[in-house]
């Protein structure tokens, strides 16, 4: 069973010059986290300040709080309970009364598998682990989630494994046992040796019959050598004949019928304890006073069931076994004065279990929080709870509801780990008010390391339809892409955030590579770009003359001519990119046959004509020498061009034969 923890505020000292000296001042950063650093607003603002202390003893703080889930062991726990709780959130669509309470109780035991495997693989660690500080956390850990388990369960048997008008009482014993193991450790270790010898034989005893377990309760008694003396075989034979409220709803009897039978049971073990058949030995006294549920007897055996809530169950187990689940409550005060000041007493567990018994739930979420000072505990059995009904749904003075208030801090908390964040995000899916919100909030932050990693974030916004938030990632990888000169990488980023202006700037650049290499880069984005190409005139201009050298390269010169021709007559292209146009015009006005009509090569002259023009108004040296190259390359063309126009037009006026 777990001690108490100690709650202590963490003293933190930070050594910082600007701190002493300005104070703090602090950054959001990812999840739980902030970034601290020295000064103040106004010395912020002062452009000397900065200047004089940026890299001279000014530093940057890292604070974060709530990691404990951050471990290799809780992580494993956390992606666990994460499928445990995306399938609930679905089947609570799905099912509804009956098959959607058992599914919860399943949904329940599914929580508390994972937390006892996490309790186990803690063990482990630290009786692994050479370091005494790591050892320490380790131990620390478990004892959390050994509490966790404590409280889960009894929630699962007052709150979701119910049955109405059935005593829990039976569930109860369970818990108790499953918690508290001494007495069937101590009644093995006796049983295999000679128990009437062994110092704790009657302390194995008591503790059984505490815990409700009779039968093995017995068969230790039997092992005594004076069993059959009469005493010990009347005492033998009360216990036998104890009624089982777990045999008679099997056997479909009634629970009055039961309490009938139990009562008159007990009215025989007082007319025996009365009769003195037990006064040969004090020990058959205190067995009996135990099965009578004498008041007195139960502070007597008050070590033996070590804690308050073990009381409980022990003594309704002998006084009231029928006891319904909503009058728990009334039983608890005396059980508590039993262990007050008791040095083991942890008031802060004692009062979440009260919390628990008393059905008073906000206030046991409220104290596990501040306790266990974890949100996975207290999120998951909120959502569980929540499923069947006993979370009110009324909202916080922060806007939503408890359960969604406890998902977000949840999800938050993850936000901040490397890997776990992916996690988070389905925790806000199922906050319908304001998870959305958090999410866009929290994938502003989230660094774009990796590609991989961007376009994982780009499919949950798409799937999310956060679009704006698409765009930005887009956006952000495309200026990555671009500071490492990969052009193509850029151009495809932007293209998937629609950026319009980008995309015209990397086709120019595209182009202005073309100009100068003669060869196109990334021919599998320009030959894919399929719609995205009307994006921006750039654009579409340098999809469509991309498809102009495939058509030529795969033999279709006439359709690659009339594309070509009709990159310059629509003024699609780039101005600056006409020679170069008209350059790859020559091939087609030199071929054979007459690719390009009198229409076309008019068309083509007027672009040489207006480009001729422009060059005779620049001013600039550098400009004219430039163009006198292109001049050269501009008369060749012009050959050509009168040269097909003549060709074209004999073979336009020409009669073709029948």
Partial sequence: MASKRELLSPEVAVADE???????????????????????????????HLRANLHHGCRLHEVEWDKDMHSPITRRLVNESHNIFVALQQQAENLTDLALKSYLVKASRYYRSVIKGCCWALQSESENTSSEDEKAWLEDQQQIFQIIELIWSLCEILYIDTTPGAPSLRQLLGWVRWHFTEGKKLASEIIQDKPEKHSCYWEAIYRLLLQGCIDEALELFSKHPLHKTDSFRSLSEMMGKMPQLANFMSQGRSLPEFDIKWRHWRDECEQRLEAGEFLTDSNLTTMAKILCGDEEVFYQMKDYCETWFHMLVSRLFYQNPVVKNSELQHYIQTCLDMYRGDSSHTAQLDSILVAVFEFNINQMIRDCSTYL?????????????????????????????????LLLEYASSLMSHKSLWAVAIHYFDFCPDNGSDYLGLYLERIPLDTEVKAHKLLHICE????????????????????LNNRVGQALNWFLKSKDSSYATVLSERILTEYSETGQFSNLDLLENLGSSMFLSSKLTFLGQYREFHKLYEDGDIQEAAILLVSLLSARLAPKAFWVTLLCDALPLLEAEQVVISSQQTYELMHCVEELTKEASLVGDENQKKMLEVEKTKLSNICLALTRNLDRAIIVEGSVKPF
């Fill in 18 to 48: 600007q701190a002493h000296v300005h104070g703090f001042m602090a950054t959001c950063g990812i999840g739980n986290r902030l970034m601290l650093y020295g000064g103040s607003k106004s010395a912020c603002r002062d452009e000397g």
């Fill in 463 to 482: 799937k999310r339809g956060l679009q704006e938030h698409a765009k930005s990632i887009c956006k952000v990888m495309g200026k990555k892409c671009l």
């Fill in 373 to 405: 000072g974890s949100w996975w505990f207290t999120s998951h059995l909120g959502d569980l709870l929540y499923h069947s009904g006993h979370l009110e749904p009324q909202k916080l003075p922060q806007g939503v509801n408890l359960r969604e208030y």
